[in-house]
Nanobody, 129 residues
Framework: QVQLVESGGGSVQTGGSLRLSCAVS????????RAWFRRVPGKLREVVAI????????FYSEFARGRFTVSQDKSKNVVYLQMNALKADDTGVYYC??????????????????????WGQGTQVTVSS
């Protein structure tokens, strides 16, 4: 079993930055990939970024590339999502997820919710002008 707890959400003005954290506990070694998803108003939950624990390969959704950075501190079992140049459209609930994935660069596989077995409760991000 793996438990995920997000933190770092809050309110920020357009153009600002936030760093989300996801603490991974339980049996972190049982999952080799962590991801950030989000649900913004009016849309289904979508992937933001993915990071493999070993090797640190990262993948990003189009809207996140160039603005968001996913990273990890293996010693602390924490995954981060640094979000810069935030827009009002980024407002939503951000979720941390973890799973045991095959090593892949297949985006549909990496980005679908069913690839991840464990989920956090989510943290609210509000971007206002």
């Amino acid at each position: 079993q793996v438990q995920l707890v997000e933190s770092g959400g809050g309110s920020v003005q357009t153009g600002g930055s936030l760093r989300l954290s996801c603490a991974v506990s339980g049996d972190p070694s049982s999952v080799n990939a962590r991801a950030w998803f989000r649900r913004v108003p009016g849309k289904l939950r979508e992937v933001v970024a993915i990071i493999y624990h070993d090797g640190g390969s990262t993948f990003y959704s189009e809207f996140a590339r160039g603005r968001f950075t996913v990273s990890q501190d293996k010693s602390k079992n924490v995954v981060y999502l640094q979000m810069n140049a935030l827009k009002a459209d980024d407002t939503g609930v951000y979720y941390c997820a973890a799973g045991s994935l095959l090593l892949s660069t297949n985006w549909p596989y990496l980005s679908r919710e069913s690839s991840y077995s464990y989920w956090g409760q989510g943290t609210q991000v509000t971007v206002s002008s």
